[in-house]
């Protein structure tokens, strides 16, 4: 807390210095409307207000008694905040690791998962102009262009948001086309690692009563790592369409595309682990940095020091370099009708995406994915008055298709995993709001959701073993007299997204007999030179499940004067169970939340001051976490299970100062109290190196006993217990016609764990992460010219610790400095 103290007050002197000469740093984080039609006018001494739908209509945020952070798109560009990973900039409570893969993992107080699993639900719902995305990835990644706002609700969505949303929501929504205006802008930046970033829009009167909106951007940077890895290279584009023929009726409609490429993310080994002699493991540092990257011929060297289980030899170099080829397109309709009884709304929705890429999962060499998934929704609602009751009530239609082929190349073990997955959904949810008095309301609301999943898939492993599968199989020290760990004994698996294929290349390398077939079933190929063999498993994973649960929320809220509201809440929250594709565990059941919370929200001193308070208790049951373990047989599987019970306790602080003309400063703490009441993991050698006190069940899994670890007592995962965001901003006019703006904001993280084996290196440090920009520009803001610079502690921080089953240790880190300038104009 010292470390935290010190560098408060190196910001506060360095913004005092600022503005002795004039100009006071800032955090550009005072969040704009969504458009010029829903922006309450202020004036330029107050705090503007920011408009938001997260519940069903058009408000205040000042207003909504609901725990939300909202980030204007004027401020998303000033902030540099130009992907998912970025908001945590703005939210405290928000965390983004970036563990490899396509799929994004969100977490919000430590409610969250982390998987590169297609078919797992995220626990904070994304969704993308008002449509739930069943997947974390794709389009929320890449949305961040001619944006309205980003709305990020805290807390579960039970009610009128979000599909199984127990952690919360994060809600894109693009700028939408105006009706009468024809207007449009850009905003081109170039910076250091040849980074590239542009977006473009135009908004057309095509008649009296329509508009049409066209955007696009494109992002490049080189790769942040020596293998040319986290990188950038992404191009999208969308279209919207607006026809209102009165004031009762209006329809949009809306269309977009998205491209993937590059190497994707990246990482650096951090060190390995090797067997103490007593049934413990010892670490042993990597010597490389945080930019080394996984495919270098350092990082390589490294590698190749390091056994693989169950081959037990040394592992070979990275088989490819890795590459993001992924595409996503959607077309949506908003349709909203005002009648007699209220106002009806209809959106419609179908999303694709298809996934080609190669990557480095955890310390595994290149997976390949073979995706495609297709999602159709309609969310139908009416939301009126009666007498003094506000209601909305409404129904959800969800339903994906997933077809997918993908192997998880660990060398010495090949996953191959052909699969189709469904999902069907619906809901029926309502919400009232009764005014009871002038300055008093009660809510009441409550959703029925039904899920149905099923699953159609086959897993084949191909598993080299040192001698023999077990019981035949010779470990460490005798799988050196063996000749398992002597160079070119044992084969190193490519990758093959069929069996037929490994097979032909075992056969045609001279690793199996020349007469061997792929047969269905379970086969054991030895291997010609008699030190080992192979293994061939057959996994049929055909299941189907159905999930149903009412969610509730009760609330009132307390007009205490006419700036200031309170509000207590309790609410509820459910994730359906899931199918997985693993050998013996293919199912999990749904979790559970129970939010507790108590806000206020006021302004004070005629507009300048804002300053809101949240104080939160959640009780979570069963929640769905993601970790390595082993199946019966003894082979490695990444498994959904689910945890006991864990405790969420905390308060969070939102305030918001504008002392004179042109000066904003804010700050956002967020204090985390998270603790596993009930977490046991279950796993075998070698795969049981876990820092949590464990028991023996009596249980077996590929000849080794099965170890009960409990970690209890442990906090949750990217929970840190203290979060601050500081920041300030200063418009110093330069003349009649120009303006200088001075921004500066800085981000603490208080230390937290990043995996669930709560090994020393899986602890995060805390950290600072400072950025500043300086710009000059119009005062009718036709134009503005920034320089910026983010990341000015130039550290490279681990958002995603990993250990892999291999027995090595890596991380995946933020970006290194950057710096440029960017160009901006609207007309």
Not at 243 to 260: K, M, N, Q
Not at 389 to 398: C, E, N, S, T
Not at 771 to 788: E, K
Request: proline fraction near 5%.
């Amino acid at each position: 807390m010292q470390k935290f103290v010190r560098h408060a007050a190196h910001l506060s002197a360095s913004c005092l210095v600022l503005a002795l000469c004039g100009v006071t740093p800032a955090q550009a984080q005072q969040v704009a409307a969504a458009s010029a039609a829903t922006e309450t006018p202020a004036d330029d001494s107050g705090i503007t207000d920011i408009v938001v739908t997260a519940q069903r209509k058009v408000e205040s945020a000042q207003r909504a008694a609901i725990a939300i952070d909202a980030v204007a798109g004027d401020a998303l560009i000033s902030r540099g905040i130009t992907n998912a990973s970025d908001i945590t900039k703005s939210v405290p409570a928000l965390s983004v690791p970036a563990s490899g893969g396509g799929i994004a993992s969100i977490f919000i107080r430590g409610v969250g998962n982390i998987t590169t699993s297609s078919y797992n639900d995220p626990a904070v719902t994304p969704s993308y102009d008002g449509v739930v995305l069943g997947r974390g990835g794709g389009v929320f990644g890449a949305a961040f262009y001619d944006l309205a706002r980003v709305e990020v609700l805290k807390g579960p969505q039970g009610i009128l948001y979000g599909r199984n949303a127990t952690g919360g929501a994060v809600n894109i929504i693009p700028a939408r086309p105006e009706i009468g205006r024809t207007s449009g802008g850009f905003n081109l930046s170039y910076g250091n690692y040849s980074a590239i970033e542009g977006d473009a829009h135009i908004n057309l009167a095509t008649s009296e009563n329509t508009a049409l909106r066209i955007a696009g951007a494109y992002s490049e940077h080189d790769g942040y790592n020596r293998d040319g890895t986290d990188d950038a290279k992404r191009g999208s584009v969308r279209a919207q369409f607006l026809y209102e023929p009165s004031t009762d009726l209006s329809v949009r409609l809306g269309a977009d595309y998205t491209h993937v490429g590059g190497k994707g993310i990246g990482g650096s080994y951090i060190g390995g682990f090797a067997p103490d002699g007593s049934g413990g493991y010892t670490f042993f540092p990597s010597g490389l940095d945080a930019s080394e990257g996984f495919n270098t011929a350092a990082a390589n060297a490294f590698r190749k020091s390091n056994l693989g289980a169950p081959a037990f030899a040394f592992l070979g170099a990275m088989n490819s370099d890795p590459k993001a080829d992924s595409t996503y397109w959607g077309l949506n309709a908003e349709v909203n009708w005002q009648t007699s009884i209220g106002k009806v709304t209809v959106i419609p929705a179908y999303r694709q995406s298809s996934d080609h890429s190669l990557f480095y999962g955890p310390a595994f060499n290149t997976a390949k994915t073979n995706e495609k998934v297709n999602q159709f929704s309609l969310e139908a609602r009416l939301a009126g008055k009666a007498g003094i009751v506000d209601y909305v009530v409404g129904a959800f239609l969800f339903n994906e298709k997933i077809k997918a082929q993908n192997e998880y190349n660990q060398e010495f073990v090949l996953p191959i995993q052909d699969y189709r997955h469904t999902t069907d959904s619906y809901a029926l949810f309502g919400q009232l709001t009764g005014h009871v008095a002038d300055r008093f309301r009660l809510i009441g609301g409550a959703r029925f959701t039904h899920d149905k999943k099923s699953i159609d898939g086959l897993i084949n492993n191909f598993i080299t073993f040192c001698g023999a599968p077990p019981p035949g199989l010779i470990t460490p020290p005798g799988s050196f007299a063996q000749g398992c760990a002597a160079p070119g004994t044992i084969p190193h698996f490519p990758n093959f997204l069929n069996t037929g294929d490994t097979i032909n290349w075992l056969k045609s390398n001279g690793w199996i007999a020349s007469t061997s077939t792929d047969q269905p079933g379970y086969q054991v190929f030895p291997l010609v030179n008699g030190v080992g063999a192979i293994l061939k498993t057959y996994n049929p994973v055909v299941d189907s499940r159905s999930y149903s649960r009412v969610t509730w929320k009760a609330s009132a809220e307390f007009d205490a004067g006419p700036s200031s509201l309170l509000y207590a809440t309790v609410e509820s929250g459910y994730r359906a169970g899931g199918l997985q594709m693993t050998e013996s565990v293919t199912s999990y059941k749904p979790e559970f939340i129970t939010a507790y919370s108590i806000g206020s929200k006021n302004r004070f001193l005629h507009n300048r001051l804002q300053l809101n308070l949240e104080g939160f208790l959640w009780k979570y049951k069963d929640q769905q976490i993601t970790y390595f373990t082993v199946d019966t047989s003894g082979t490695l599987i990444s498994s959904n299970v689910n945890a006991g019970k864990a405790t969420i306790k905390g308060l969070d602080a939102d305030l918001v100062a504008k002392p004179m003309t042109g000066t904003t400063l804010n700050a956002k703490v967020q204090y985390l109290d998270t603790k596993y009441d009930d977490l046991h993991l279950y796993t075998a050698s070698p795969r049981d190196n876990f820092s949590c006190p464990f028991t023996l069940t009596g249980a077996s899994a590929g000849g080794a006993p099965v170890k009960d670890f409990n970690c209890s007592g442990n906090p949750l995962l990217f929970s840190p217990k203290w979060t601050v965001n500081l920041g300030a901003e200063q418009v110093v006019p330069l003349g009649h016609d120009l303006e200088l703006v001075a921004n500066i904001d800085t981000a603490w993280r208080d230390s937290q764990w990043g995996a669930f084996e709560y090994l020393a290196f899986e602890k995060i440090p805390a950290y600072w992460t400072t950025d500043a920009a300086l710009t000059v520009r119009s005062a009718n803001g036709g134009w503005s010219v920034t320089g910026f610079i983010r990341n000015l502690e130039k550290q490279r921080r681990d958002l995603s610790p990993q250990s892999s089953p291999l027995g090595v240790a890596v991380g995946h880190f933020s970006a290194p400095q950057t710096y440029g300038v960017r160009l901006s104009a609207s007309f």
